[in-house]
């Protein structure tokens, strides 16, 4: 394992996408911000923009109008980067995936490495599943 | 011999100074954490955040000024870095030409400058938002600051010397003992930390309301540079102000160090608390506070030192 690898895992900036979401997985990644969670322990801080993010967060169905600004968010992240799809809206599409706005779940439109399911998921689903991505990552 | 003699000497006080800086944000960090009632990160994350930035792409974005983009965060790091290399020789007092102060305040302002540079180079419209807050700022928080470094000179008989204002506290006793000291001190502890561009005077990079502003589309180890400039700039910034205000132990032994490390902290931690415990200031209201009352206050130390209280 190489430092480089070894300094992204333990430093991990987010942004946050929102591709047309509800609000609700949205509370829940700022719940994970406050001192209950707080993902500062383990590097994790929110970035501002994403040209300084590691990591994309993702939440909500991806509507028409999103499609050409969340390719833009992904090419705008410096890599290597990972993308989180966070709640069943942003993993497959959710209640919203027969409607006539969806322009398909976030894996449709950039590259998902880690899918966490949940309607929305609890802060600790959402930690847990980074933790097990961040194990596999070699 | 001389030049490879200070550009190994500039490398080495590079080298010291990223590592303190580093550190002492650090303690930053977890002091904000621990009253936020937060674990807080561990002791080597901005260590850790300073080599994953290093490992990442850099970004260019097309309508910028490439040559001005990529050499801005170089300044930065450059100039911090030439400030506390300054700051190790005046402490060490074996400077040729005893640390001037008008050249400190110059040096102190490039890094804002290259702040400045950086984002209007790279052609954003939100860094263009925040590099005009910047300046704004920089025009603002000028005046105090010089204001507070003017009292400790009339203090030591209006020198402009560095070491001979450490040499006058090391028989006067420290200029925060005084009237004036008092003000002073207050004046430019605030400044600095508008100049540092911590909490209460961070509206040039207001994530919330302009996205990073001026370094908004830097990524990479530019950005790390600027990281870098402004952790080094957390080391000198209280440490001059030790230096101007509550010097007067000779840092020949132990002791000294350990006295003057505890200056330092007990400076360090004022500024975290003072980020802590207030709000963003608008762009209007900072330019009211740094003119208005803090210039009068300041003004009026300069008054009482030069009748002697």
């Given at each position: 394992?190489?430092?480089?690898l070894?300094s992204?895992?333990?430093?991990l900036?987010?942004?946050?996408?929102?591709?047309?979401?509800?609000?609700?997985c949205?509370?829940?990644?700022?719940?994970?911000?406050?001192?209950?969670?707080d993902?500062?322990?383990?590097?994790?801080?929110?970035a501002?923009?994403?040209?300084h993010?590691?990591?994309?967060?993702c939440t909500?169905i991806?509507?028409?109008?999103?499609?050409?600004?969340?390719?833009?968010i992904?090419?705008?992240?410096?890599?290597?980067?990972?993308?989180?799809?966070?709640?069943?809206?942003?993993?497959?599409?959710?209640?919203?995936?027969?409607g006539?706005?969806?322009?398909?779940?976030?894996?449709?439109?950039?590259?998902?490495?880690?899918?966490?399911?949940?309607c929305p998921?609890?802060?600790?689903?959402?930690i847990?599943?980074?933790?097990?991505?961040?194990?596999e990552?070699? | 011999?001389?030049?490879?003699y200070?550009?190994?000497y500039?490398?080495?006080?590079?080298?010291?100074?990223s590592?303190i800086?580093?550190?002492?944000?650090?303690?930053?960090?977890?002091i904000?954490?621990?009253?936020?009632?937060?674990?807080?990160?561990?002791?080597y994350?901005?260590?850790?955040?300073?080599?994953?930035?290093?490992?990442?792409?850099?970004?260019?974005?097309?309508?910028?000024?490439?040559?001005?983009?990529i050499?801005?965060?170089?300044?930065?790091v450059?100039?911090?870095?030439?400030c506390?290399?300054?700051?190790?020789?005046?402490l060490?007092?074996n400077l040729g030409?005893?640390?001037?102060?008008?050249?400190?305040?110059?040096?102190?302002?490039?890094?804002?400058?290259?702040i400045i540079?950086?984002?209007?180079s790279?052609?954003?419209?939100?860094?263009?938002?925040?590099?005009s807050?910047e300046?704004?700022?920089?025009?603002?928080?000028?005046?105090?600051f010089?204001?507070?470094?003017?009292i400790?000179?009339?203090?030591?008989?209006?020198?402009?010397?560095l070491?001979e204002?450490?040499?006058?506290?090391?028989?006067?006793?420290?200029?925060?003992?005084?009237?004036?000291?008092?003000?002073?001190?207050?004046?430019?502890?605030?400044s600095?930390i508008?100049k540092?561009?911590?909490v209460?005077?961070?509206?040039?990079e207001a994530?919330?309301?302009?996205?990073?502003?001026?370094l908004i589309?830097?990524?990479?180890?530019l950005?790390?540079?600027?990281?870098?400039?402004?952790?080094?700039?957390?080391?000198?910034?209280?440490?001059?102000?030790v230096?101007?205000y509550?010097?007067?132990?000779?840092l020949?032994?132990f002791?000294?160090?350990?006295?003057?490390?505890?200056?330092?902290?007990?400076?360090?931690?004022?500024?975290?608390?003072?980020?802590?415990?207030?709000?963003?200031?608008?762009i209007?209201?900072?330019?009211?506070?740094?003119?208005g009352w803090?210039?009068?206050?300041?003004i009026m130390?300069?008054?009482?030192?030069l009748?002697?209280?």
């Amino acid at each position: 394992m190489n430092l480089k690898l070894k300094s992204l895992k333990k430093s991990l900036w987010v942004y946050h996408v929102s591709g047309g979401s509800c609000n609700n997985c949205d509370i829940e990644i700022l719940d994970l911000l406050t001192p209950r969670f707080d993902v500062e322990r383990f590097g994790i801080i929110l970035a501002a923009s994403p040209r300084h993010a590691d990591v994309l967060l993702c939440t909500g169905i991806v509507n028409k109008k999103c499609v050409e600004r969340i390719k833009e968010i992904y090419e705008q992240t410096p890599k290597p980067c990972v993308v989180v799809a966070v709640g069943a809206c942003a993993c497959s599409g959710g209640i919203f995936r027969d409607g006539y706005q969806m322009a398909g779940p976030f894996d449709k439109v950039i590259p998902v490495h880690i899918y966490i399911p949940g309607c929305p998921p609890k802060p600790e689903a959402i930690i847990s599943g980074i933790v097990k991505f961040l194990k596999e990552l070699k | 011999m001389s030049v490879l003699y200070s550009f190994s000497y500039f490398i080495f006080s590079f080298v010291v100074l990223s590592i303190i800086g580093l550190f002492v944000s650090w303690i930053d960090r977890k002091i904000t954490a621990r009253i936020q009632w937060r674990v807080g990160p561990p002791w080597y994350q901005n260590f850790v955040d300073i080599i994953k930035l290093s490992g990442k792409e850099i970004l260019i974005s097309e309508n910028s000024n490439k040559f001005m983009f990529i050499f801005s965060p170089i300044l930065a790091v450059t100039s911090s870095t030439i400030c506390g290399s300054i700051l190790f020789l005046v402490l060490r007092k074996n400077l040729g030409f005893g640390g001037d102060l008008i050249l400190f305040v110059y040096l102190l302002t490039i890094p804002s400058l290259s702040i400045i540079l950086g984002g209007s180079s790279s052609g954003n419209v939100l860094a263009s938002v925040g590099i005009s807050r910047e300046l704004k700022l920089l025009l603002s928080y000028e005046l105090p600051f010089i204001c507070g470094i003017i009292i400790p000179a009339i203090k030591a008989n209006s020198t402009t010397s560095l070491i001979e204002i450490v040499k006058f506290q090391e028989i006067n006793g420290s200029n925060i003992l005084s009237l004036s000291g008092v003000i002073g001190f207050i004046v430019i502890l605030i400044s600095s930390i508008g100049k540092l561009g911590v909490v209460p005077f961070d509206l040039a990079e207001a994530e919330t309301e302009i996205a990073g502003g001026a370094l908004i589309e830097y990524s990479g180890i530019l950005l790390g540079f600027y990281k870098l400039a402004r952790a080094i700039l957390f080391f000198v910034i209280p440490s001059f102000i030790v230096i101007l205000y509550l010097g007067g132990t000779p840092l020949n032994n132990f002791l000294g160090i350990l006295i003057f490390i505890i200056k330092y902290f007990i400076i360090l931690i004022l500024i975290t608390l003072i980020r802590n415990t207030n709000p963003r200031l608008r762009i209007d209201q900072a330019l009211k506070f740094f003119w208005g009352w803090l210039t009068l206050i300041g003004i009026m130390g300069i008054l009482f030192v030069l009748t002697g209280m």
